[in-house]
C-alpha cells in the first residue's frame, strides 16, 4: 500500500510535460535601413518563438536600445505586437501591454513588455517590434538596434517546468534616422581617358555627375533631397600650375549628355580665382565652392530621381599643366546637413581624368608659288650655276664639232 500511496505522490509531484522555448531573430528581418523623423509603426524587428514539447507561458519580455542616450529624442513610442494566430499579420488586439504607452527614457537601455501571453507547442510564432519617431532633428545621423537575451530577458511563467534553450543574444537590423539618402554616380557622357587642350580654351568639358536620391527601402519612409552646395576639386601636376585655370563653370545638363553650354545646357553658377571664400587654393589642389541661391533655387531632387551636372572648365595662357577635376560625396551637401542628407559611401569620387594643357601648335606656313623646274625664282645663284655648266657644254660641243669638220692632210 505504502508503494502505492508513494507512486501516486511522485506522479503528483512531476509534471504532465515540460515545454522548451526556443527563441531567435527572424529570417524576416531587413537590412540596416533608414528612415525619416516623425514617421509612426515603423518595423524595426522580428523575432521567433518556437516551443516544443507543449505550449509556453511568457509573463514579461525585456528589449534592449543601443544608443539610448539619445533613444529618447528618437523615438517616442515602442510596441510589441505577438502574432497569436499565426495569420503574418499583427493587428491592435495582438498588441502587448496596450494599455499603456512605453517611451524610451534615455537614461536606461532597457523596455519591458509585462502582459502575459501563451507561445503554443510544436508551431512558430512570430514578436515584432515598432517604432514612432520623435521630430528633434538632433538625432539625424544616430543609429540604433533592438535586442533580447532570451536567458536574461524572458520571464516564464513557469520557470521550474519549462526551459529556454536558447543563448545566444538576438540583435536587430540598425535603424539610422535621416532624411534623406543619396548616390553620387558618373554622367554617361563623363570624361573617361585623358585628353589635350591649348591656351585659352573656354568651357571644356570637364566632369559630368549625377546626384540620384535613393528609393527608399521598406520600411524607410525618406525623401528627397534638397540641394546646398557643390564643392568641385581642381587637381594639378603642382602648385604653379594653378595659375593655368582662369574659370570653373558648373551646369545643369539638358539630358543628353553631351556637352552644350551655351546652347543645350543651363547655366547655373560661373567663379574665378578673385572670387573670395569661393575659390580655395591649397598647394596644387584648387577647390571651387557652388552655393546660395543658384543652387538653392534648384528644383529638389526627389527620392528615385537624380539630377545631372556638367562642369566646364575655362583655361589662361603661358602656363602649361595638368589638371584632373573631380567630385567627393562629402563635398555635395543638402540643406539639412550631411547626417540628415547622407550619401552612401560608394562610389566616393567621380573623376573627369587628366587634361594636358599646352601652347597650340604653330599654323603651317603656306605654300609660296613655286618657278619652273621646283626652283624658287627668288634665289638666282642655282640658276647661274647651271648656266655656267650648260655654256661649258656648249663651248665644248662646238669644239668637238669644228675639229670633225676641219680637213684631213695628206701623204704623197
Not at 536587430?172 to 548616390?183: F, G
Not at 567663379?271 to 552655393?291: C, L, N, R
Not at 573631380?326 to 550631411?338: E, K, M
Request: hydrophobic share 40%.
Amino acid at each position: 500500500m505504502r508503494a502505492v500511496i508513494a507512486a501516486i505522490l511522485l506522479l503528483l509531484a512531476v509534471p504532465a510535460s515540460a515545454a522548451n522555448l526556443a527563441f531567435n531573430l527572424s529570417g524576416t528581418t531587413g537590412p540596416d535601413f533608414g528612415n525619416q523623423l516623425n514617421d509612426t509603426d515603423v518595423e524595426v524587428a522580428r523575432f521567433v518563438l518556437q516551443p516544443t514539447g507543449g505550449s509556453v507561458d511568457i509573463d514579461s519580455i525585456t528589449v534592449h536600445i543601443s544608443n539610448f542616450g539619445l533613444a529618447d529624442e528618437a523615438f517616442t513610442r515602442v510596441r510589441a505586437f505577438f502574432d497569436a494566430d499565426g495569420n503574418g499579420t499583427f493587428d491592435a488586439l495582438e498588441e502587448l501591454d496596450e494599455t499603456s504607452t512605453i517611451v524610451p527614457n534615455g537614461t536606461t537601455d532597457d523596455i519591458t513588455f509585462t502582459e502575459t501571453f501563451t507561445a503554443p507547442g510544436g508551431v512558430i510564432r512570430t514578436l515584432q517590434l515598432r517604432v514612432d519617431i520623435g521630430t528633434n532633428p538632433v538625432v539625424y545621423g544616430e543609429s540604433y538596434n533592438f535586442s533580447i537575451d532570451p536567458q536574461a530577458d524572458i520571464v516564464l511563467t513557469n520557470p521550474g517546468t519549462d526551459t529556454i534553450t536558447s543563448s545566444a543574444v538576438a540583435t536587430s537590423n540598425d535603424i539610422s534616422i535621416r532624411h534623406s539618402e543619396n548616390q553620387l554616380a558618373p554622367g554617361t557622357g563623363n570624361p573617361s581617358a585623358p585628353r589635350n587642350a591649348y591656351y585659352g580654351k573656354t568651357n571644356a568639358p570637364a566632369l559630368q555627375f549625377a546626384v540620384s536620391s535613393l528609393t527608399p527601402t521598406g520600411p524607410g519612409q525618406l525623401q528627397g533631397i534638397d540641394l546646398a552646395s557643390i564643392t568641385i576639386s581642381v587637381t594639378c601636376a603642382n602648385s604653379a600650375q594653378t595659375a593655368a585655370v582662369t574659370r570653373l563653370t558648373l551646369w545643369q545638363d539638358d539630358g543628353d549628355s553631351a556637352f552644350e553650354p551655351g546652347s543645350g545646357e543651363v547655366l547655373i553658377l560661373s567663379h574665378i580665382p578673385t572670387d573670395v571664400g569661393k575659390w580655395v587654393i591649397a598647394g596644387s589642389v584648387i577647390s571651387v565652392t557652388f552655393d546660395g541661391s543658384p543652387i538653392q533655387t534648384l528644383t529638389d531632387i526627389p527620392s528615385g530621381s537624380a539630377r545631372t551636372f556638367w562642369v566646364g572648365i575655362d583655361f589662361g595662357s603661358g602656363t602649361n599643366a595638368t589638371v584632373e577635376v573631380s567630385i567627393v560625396r562629402t563635398d555635395v551637401l543638402g540643406a539639412l546637413g550631411a547626417a540628415a542628407d547622407f550619401f552612401v559611401t560608394s562610389p566616393n569620387l567621380i573623376s573627369g581624368d587628366v587634361i594636358n594643357l599646352s601652347k597650340s601648335p604653330p599654323k603651317p606656313k603656306s605654300k609660296e608659288a613655286e618657278g619652273e623646274g621646283g626652283c624658287s625664282t627668288t634665289d638666282d645663284s642655282g640658276l647661274l650655276f647651271l648656266s655656267a655648266v650648260l655654256a661649258g657644254f656648249v663651248v665644248i660641243a662646238q669644239n668637238l664639232w669644228r675639229k670633225k669638220m676641219r680637213p684631213q692632210s695628206t701623204t704623197n
